[in-house]
């Protein structure tokens, strides 16, 4: 017999056979002992698997599927210091790259000069942040300068991620989250007259809002605030959150403005690793121009003897997620993301109707004409005598992880469901979803024993 704390000397041993292997594993403090790193990563292996599998998690935004290339530049990367900006001038090159890419993407008046005003974050809570404080500041500013109060900020926006509760709560800001009208999705122009004062530092409108997956109308609320503009002498600039649509909208709906074309629009922040598919960790902030972001907000960095503006809440980050996005930019092009996405706009579509003929549901959101994903609630949750979570669990024994949740306050009654279509999920899978979502049907109508704790989802 081995004794346990001694890491097994002969690297012939089965892995299963190893000291470290038959207990479990250390979890309150560090093991005396190394061991070998064979051993210890196929034990961390087999745990993960307690995880779950990514490719049937429908409801993550964020990227799960990843070409060999993309790994293996991400290995290249391990080492990559993005603030570095003097040690690894490549990658920030790469990122500046990235920078003026989007801007193009999103008709920024910079549009191919090279000259984008904008950064990488670690994710589209970080950009927010950025993109919410140079708001505060230029209100602050405006303020100051005639003379009036700076004490009472205010951010209109509708049912914003969390990451804007966040901004609020950290920095100081009033959040006037307005309430989601019956029958609507987000937030509507004619709401902001009752919301916006001249304490409000800005308005920031969803493209792709996290509970159903539409777009909120950017041009209609802009033409709003010119309105009131017009009226009051507010001018009350607008931020996007474009975590997923930044990825989605320049591919599939040309047509739509909702960018940098609309003079009101500031800042606009993206994921990176959500529909723009690169590996997790990596977002986008960026503004109209020099004038949306105050100097204030940047540092400056000595970089090759030349002067490098930064602008970033932590200090290191990991480069291999922005180099892996310019990776994809090149890689896929225009056409390869219009591709990949109109393919998960089908399939999406493709389900939508699937779930509309499956009998007691109501689709919120049938995949046409904003993300690709589908969003539906129970058409009379009283009468069915099963609820959303009870499917949500009898997929989950299949391995779909498929989300019901209430909607945001003033909706919350309601209770949906939402799937989202990824790269990397394919027709075929969610063809057998579907079958298995009238299998679980089938199964609740026939009368499963009721857990009384979540049958009539009430407040
Ligand atoms: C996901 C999401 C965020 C947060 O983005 P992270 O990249 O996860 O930090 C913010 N806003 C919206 C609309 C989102 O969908």
Redesign the pocket.
């Known amino acids: 017999m081995h004794n346990a704390q001694e890491p097994a000397a002969d690297p012939a041993v089965d892995i299963f056979a190893s000291p470290l292997s038959e207990r479990p594993l250390p979890k309150r403090s560090m093991p005396e002992l190394p061991s070998p790193p064979p051993v210890v990563f196929q034990l961390l292996r087999n745990e993960l698997l307690l995880d779950g599998n990514a490719a049937q998690n429908l409801a993550t935004?964020c990227t799960t599927w990843a070409d060999d290339e993309v790994r293996r530049l991400m290995d290249l990367c391990l080492d990559k210091n993005i603030v570095d900006k003097d040690e690894y001038p490549q990658t920030a090159e790469i990122e500046s790259r990235c920078v003026n890419i989007l801007a193009d993407l999103w008709h920024a008046p910079s549009e191919g000069d090279g000259n984008a005003v904008g950064c990488s974050t670690t994710?589209?809570?970080?950009a927010?942040m950025l993109c919410g404080l140079a708001l505060k500041w230029r209100w602050r500013d405006r303020r100051q300068a005639a003379g009036l109060s700076t004490d009472r900020p205010n951010l209109v926006c509708g049912p914003?991620?969390v990451?804007w509760e966040k901004f609020a709560r950290y920095f100081d800001v009033e959040l006037r989250q307005v309430p989601v009208e019956a029958g609507a999705t987000g937030l509507q122009p004619h709401q902001l007259r009752d919301h916006v004062d001249e304490n409000t530092i800005g308005v920031v409108a969803?493209l792709?809002?996290?509970y159903t997956c539409t777009y909120e109308p950017v041009a209609e609320i802009a033409a709003e605030l010119d309105r009131m503009q017009a009226e009051s002498g507010l001018d009350v600039p607008l931020h996007i959150?474009a975590?997923?649509g930044g990825f989605i909208a320049p591919f599939l709906h040309t047509d739509l403005e909702w960018d940098f074309r609309i003079p009101r629009v500031a800042s606009i922040n993206a994921?990176g690793?959500?529909y723009g598919m690169a590996p997790l960790g990596v977002?986008w902030a960026l503004w109209r121009d020099q004038a949306a972001l105050p100097d204030g907000l940047v540092f400056h960095v000595d970089y090759l003897g030349g002067d490098m503006p930064t602008l970033a809440l932590n200090f290191s980050r990991p480069g291999g997620q922005v180099v892996t996005q310019y990776f994809m930019f090149l890689r896929l092009g225009r056409e390869g993301y219009r591709l990949v996405y109109q393919a998960c706009a089908d399939t999406a579509q493709y389900l939508g109707r699937q779930v509309a003929d499956m009998g007691p549901f109501t689709l919120l959101y049938d995949g046409v004409g904003a993300l690709p994903a589908v969003s539906w609630t129970l058409t009379d949750p009283d009468s069915v005598g099963w609820t959303l979570y009870d499917l949500s669990d009898q997929l989950r024994m299949r391995g779909w992880q498929v989300p019901s949740y209430p909607l945001p306050p003033d909706r919350q009654e309601t209770v949906i469901q939402r799937v989202l279509v990824r790269h990397g999920i394919d027709r075929d899978e969610i063809e057998l979803l579907a079958e298995d979502m009238r299998r679980a049907i089938k199964h609740l109508n026939e009368g499963r024993p009721r857990d009384a704790s979540r049958v009539g989802f009430h407040h």
């Open positions: 935004f994710g589209s809570s970080e927010a914003v991620q990451c969803i792709g809002v996290t959150d975590a997923s994921s690793h959500k977002g």
